[in-house]
């Protein structure tokens, strides 16, 4: 599939951090996988990580942590 930014790249399957700043909290995700254009280098994370992702943030946030590193893990959250 070719880049929506550059027009020009091919999205190829890597992994990379990606790092979110929610009110007081920071969260750096490592080791997540996506697709990431080999021209210009922009990521496209795949809909059903990003929703893992945004639970695990969701998750970070309510515990009151304020700096967060961690790898990420593909296995689903556990709700109470």
Known sequence: MKCVICKH???KPGISSVMFERENATIVIKEVPMDICDNCGEKYIPDKIAEQIMLLVESVKSQGII???RNF???P???C
């Open 73 to 75: 893990n593909s296995e």
């Open 67 to 69: 700096v967060d590193v």
């Open 9 to 11: 790249g091919e999205l």
């Open 77 to 79: 959250l556990a709700t």
